[in-house]
């Protein structure tokens, strides 16, 4: 036991007086969090509205409020027909023009029905859909309003818009935050230790403790433990800054949330061995921990991209992925308040990954240099 | 007494015979000397004897102990140092010593005393609290050999410890290695300098994976009717050369 003290010690000097290192791997998440809050996200604010209204009317003029007062758009442009509707969006500050029917509110207040034509840059079409989502939305909302207030009850139709059932105001980091969790946790645990025991390798190091009576068994948990603990260091930094400076609240069971993570932890320490298992060198530790782990992470674990969408050979490989199941299951804890029974399956595929990739790690960690 | 037996000794990798049965013995206190040239099969040799790698055939036997079956017990009473340093750069002098003496399992009273030893034999008293990256490299080469026979073991493995050094660092070397051999500890050491193969009791010289020769220095030159090892060295490099063609 003393053996593994020392030994568990000494990683902590290798971390702490490295001081790039530990600035690295305590602020990262930090910065990343602040990033992806603030500057990363899929919210589009203060788009640039342009609105042609030829009847100005109580209903389109309710909707242009609301539309402004959202802070998503910013009225620029009163256009005087439709013609002019080329010539704004040329110009390029246009991000969206709304372009109402002749007598609006008599159409709907009478037939039920009333045209609104929005029209938005198709050119960079993540920015179309999401700012024609948002309009959608907006004036769906209205005449929810106008359906409350009206004592015929006239049917009108529901807003589709089922993607903003979780995430009302399209909050950018409730879809990040899981997703930086799972970066950040496999980044330190699996990137960490492999090269982490690629160094001794490669300095020699590991030679000579595998020379010495020292059992093969310590040296993989004194690697492992330092990293176990900035690991949940760095989950308590994500969790505290996403609920107090991000507003992500964690709607559901913390303690899930928490035995989920530790889970996640588990198998990404687990990956950290394996990949140091194969590799002699830090460089190709870290290009196989960065590449091999990190790009599957970002593009195949739902985090940026939905995986529904994609190809099934790319489908079939993102089920591989346990930063995929990891996000999932804090998506459904956090953002939809859910506990234990609905995250079984996450549970039970990330505890089997653990268990498979731990014993091969053992497994495959030489105590014997051939 | 014998602490190091080999008997056709064998490694293989596949049809590469890296280790070619080969068969000596070494006396405690001895300083032996494993000479050969790059490639020759030094280190796979001497993983073998330390328990790193296991042998295709052969039998070998360590401070008593079975090569094959009881790697750890040898584990316990060898030191190892590669031509790598094995020290943590970024551990301070006292701390890379407290941390080899854990791992040797060097009960925890005594090990404050041996730091302490350690340091007044090397002359390091004022180096205690430096890191090890800030030392010369001559300075770290002699750490290293004490923080590797810092359990005072039966035996210690030296492969090529003096590579990439200048003379004078490594005439220093050889007076620890002295030391070491003065107190008891059995020294199997591998070089490619020849000069070296002076200071050793005996030399066994390998080419290609076997030993073609192994005897004193004195008695290997006059064989070979040579003036210096080198000279015996390049007389069996030769020969192993015709033969193979």
């Known amino acids: 036991m003393k053996q593994l003290k020392a030994f568990i010690k000494k990683e902590f000097y290798h971390i702490f007086r490295d001081r790039l290192t530990t600035a690295i791997l305590l602020l990262l998440p930090i910065m990343m969090l602040i990033l992806v809050g603030y500057a990363i996200t899929t919210e589009v604010r203060n788009t640039e509205l342009a609105i042609f209204d030829p009847s100005k009317d109580a209903a389109t003029l309710a909707i242009i409020n609301k539309l402004e007062s959202s802070g998503y758009f910013n009225v620029t442009r009163y256009l005087d027909s439709p013609d002019e509707i080329e010539h704004v969006f040329r110009e390029g500050k246009t991000g969206l023009a ?174 950290g061995l394996l990949i140091s298992s194969m590799v002699e060198k830090q460089l190709v530790a870290l290009l196989i921990s960065g590449m091999a782990l990190m790009m599957p992470v970002v593009f195949l674990s739902g985090m940026l991209f939905p995986v529904e969408n994609m190809p099934w050979l790319l489908r079939m490989i993102s089920e591989i992925i346990p930063a995929k199941w990891f996000i999932m299951g804090v998506r459904k804890i956090m953002i939809k308040g859910l506990s234990y029974p609905s995250i079984t399956k996450e549970l039970l595929v990330l505890g089997s990954m653990a268990v498979v990739l731990i014993a091969v790690s053992l497994k495959k960690f030489k105590i014997r240099l051939e | 007494m014998n602490v190091i037996t080999a008997e056709n000794l064998t490694k293989s990798f596949g049809s590469f015979t890296a280790v070619d049965h080969i068969s000596f013995e070494v006396a405690q206190g001895e300083i032996f000397g494993f000479l050969g040239a790059n490639g020759a099969g030094k280190t796979t040799a001497i993983r073998m004897l330390c328990g790193l790698s296991k042998p295709t055939s052969g039998k070998g036997y360590v401070a008593g102990f079975d090569i094959r079956k009881q790697p750890e017990q040898i584990k316990a009473n060898i030191g190892y140092l590669s031509q790598k340093f094995a020290l943590y750069e970024d551990l301070k002098v006292w701390e890379n010593i407290r941390l080899y003496a854990g791992i040797y399992g060097i009960p925890e009273k005594k090990i404050g ?133």
């Not at chain 1, 979780?166 to 930086?180: D, T, W």
């Not at chain 2, 990439?164 to 005439?171: E, K, L, N, Y």
């Not at chain 2, 199997?188 to 070296?196: L, R």
């Open chain 1, 98 to 271: 709304v372009v109402f029917s002749e007598r609006f509110y008599e159409n709907l207040m009478h037939t039920g029905q009333a045209q609104v034509q929005l029209l938005a840059d198709g050119a960079d079409p993540n920015h179309a859909i999401t700012v024609t989502n948002y309009a959608t939305t907006i004036i769906a909302s209205y005449q929810q309003e106008l359906l409350k207030a009206s004592v015929t009850g006239v049917p009108y139709q529901i807003s589709p818009e089922v993607k903003l059932l979780y995430n009302p105001q399209m909050k950018g980091a409730y879809n990040f935050v899981p997703g930086v969790m799972g970066m950040i946790l496999m980044l330190i645990c699996a990137m960490m230790t492999s090269v982490s025991i690629a160094r001794e390798k490669e300095l020699g190091t590991m030679e000579l403790l595998l020379v010495s009576p020292m059992k093969p068994i310590y040296i993989i948990l004194s690697k492992v433990v330092p990293y176990f603990f900035l690991s949940i260091i760095n989950l308590t930094t994500i969790l505290l800054l996403s609920v107090y400076l991000l507003k992500v609240p964690i709607a559901g069971s913390l303690f899930w949330l928490i035995i989920l993570a530790l889970l996640f932890i588990f198998v990404s320490l687990a990956l």
């Open chain 2, 113 to 245: 005393d041996r730091i302490d030893e350690i340091l007044t034999r090397l002359g390091f008293e004022n180096e205690k609290e430096v890191l090890v990256k800030a030392l010369p490299l001559g300075w770290k080469q002699k750490l290293s050999f004490s923080v590797a026979i810092v359990h005072e073991p039966r035996i210690v493995f030296l492969d090529e410890p003096t590579s990439g050094v200048d003379p004078a660092t490594r005439r220093q070397f050889w007076e620890l290695i002295y030391d070491a051999a003065d107190r008891g500890i059995t020294v199997f050491v591998t070089t490619h300098y020849m000069d070296e193969a002076e200071y050793c009791n005996r030399v066994s010289i390998m080419v290609d994976g076997k030993i073609q020769a192994l005897d004193t220095p004195k008695n290997l030159k006059k064989q070979f009717e040579a003036g210096n090892m080198d000279e015996v060295f390049h007389q069996l490099a030769r020969k192993a050369r015709l033969n193979g063609d």
